[in-house]
């Protein structure tokens, strides 16, 4: 991708043939697991860090084998991390916000490639003071305590941010640990080479891939999360939001609203699913892989008792649309039928109830569409892998044992960024 100027942003549904995603590759960051601070850190185990690697490789290959041009998170960082863009001071400085006194030693200390670590992996007083001689830690305290916490989330490249028709939102994220992230693709999608000097959108004449979250305004800040994996693309004018874990009602109402005024979009549908980690963000029990074609979770989807319509409302002497909120008395499943014009529901773990709750959590449900009707899934859900070749679905298939362990599947580890329209 050396040799690229521009990249276009192009996302109007859920299974287009993919061309471009961003991806990143597990390093230190997961090294820095360990059973005290695993599940601060949202891990439910601590992954072989090199087998691990070696599935991230595999998955990598099977995309780039199918014409996908790859970016690579921590590449992209390494491009912006110049003085040119400022870049590295806003990124350290926002990562050291509990810390301030933490950036300049940073700054001052340490290489651009340095940086590009520590942002990522962490650190620890140690490692600052085997480095620089500075002794920061607390009293009391030993050489593994984290000055700056590492982020193993980032191999989730779904949800810091997500692209909308030509549009990006940033995410706000629901945990600390992961609001690191967002910074890293606010940074990218304005000032990386590929991204930058995109048309104006909003009353302040701002140019800028974001229509949601990129600035420090109190109607977009926390706690009004939102995380990529609750944005489904059903086409070009219908997208299907979560309201979970991790993402709030209110929130879903005012991206509608950007989304009504700045893109294609004419209805937002907000998802009510339990809010629990076991179904985090809605593409762990719903996703879509061709058009009409879908995975669900039976438990889960087959029990949705409220889903809100928004439409856009132009008022009186207005130009700028709002959004306008609907109870839906249409079932989930309806719904897909009318915006896709036919529906043939896939279910986790082939509907066998005890398969389909293991190869939930396995993130048998969240296969990633790289083409109509051609996934990439873990090997492990054989029961869901089969009913999606039933299904006259096309799988591939890769070993995903300790990809897994942070509870993320093949569309969890990808940010699409174009694919073409269907």
Do not use: W
């Not at 940086?115 to 920061?136: A, H, M, R």
């Not at 179904?279 to 979770?297: E, N, R, S």
């Amino acid at each position: 991708m050396s040799g690229l100027e521009k990249i276009s942003l192009n996302i109007t549904s859920e299974y287009g043939p993919l061309k471009t995603v961003i991806v990143h590759r597990p390093g230190l960051e997961i090294d820095m697991l360990t059973p005290e601070n695993k599940n601060i850190l949202l891990f439910e185990d601590i992954p072989y860090l090199q087998k691990m690697q070696e599935e991230h490789k595999r998955f990598v290959g099977v995309l780039e084998q199918n014409g996908v041009s790859v970016l690579f998170l921590e590449d992209l960082l390494k491009d912006i991390l110049v003085p040119e863009t400022g870049s590295t001071d806003r990124i350290v400085q926002r990562s050291c916000i509990m810390n301030q006194s933490l950036a300049p030693i940073i700054l001052n200390n340490y290489t651009k490639k340095d940086i590009c670590k520590i942002i990522l992996g962490g650190l620890t007083s140690g490692k600052l003071k085997e480095d620089t001689g500075i002794d920061f830690s607390s009293i009391n305290s030993d050489e593994d305590e984290f000055l700056l916490e590492p982020v193993p989330n980032a191999y989730f490249t779904r949800d810091p941010a997500a692209v909308i028709g030509n549009k990006v939102v940033s995410s706000k994220m629901q945990y600390d640990v992961r609001v690191r992230e967002t910074y890293f693709y606010q940074e990218i999608f304005t000032h990386h080479k590929y991204f930058k000097n995109m048309e104006p959108h909003d009353e302040d004449d701002r140019k800028s891939n974001f229509i949601f979250g990129d600035r420090v305004l109190q109607d977009e800040e926390r706690p009004y999360c939102i995380e990529g994996g609750d944005i489904i693309v059903l086409h070009e004018k219908a997208i299907a939001i979560g309201c979970s874990q991790r993402t709030r009602a209110e929130t879903i109402h005012k991206l509608a609203v950007k989304l009504f005024r700045y893109t294609n979009v004419q209805k937002v549908y907000q998802i009510n699913i339990p809010a629990e980690r076991a179904y985090m963000h809605l593409d762990t029990v719903f996703t879509v892989v061709d058009k009409g074609k879908v995975v669900a979770y039976p438990n889960v989807m087959n029990q949705i008792k409220e889903i809100i319509r928004f439409e856009p409302h132009l008022p009186y002497n207005s130009s700028r649309p709002i959004a306008i909120p609907i109870l839906e008395n249409r079932p989930f499943n309806k719904i897909l039928e009318d915006e896709f014009g036919r529906l043939q529901v896939i279910h986790t773990g082939d509907n066998i109830s005890r398969y389909a709750s293991r190869e939930q959590l396995a993130d048998g449900t969240n296969v990633f569409a790289i083409a109509p009707g051609k996934v990439i899934t873990y090997d492990r859900n054989i029961y869901t892998n089969n009913a999606l070749k039933k299904a006259g679905v096309d799988v591939i298939s890769i070993e995903g044992s300790e990809l897994v362990r942070g509870l993320g599947g093949p569309r969890c580890m990808t940010m699409p960024i174009y694919r073409e329209n269907v």
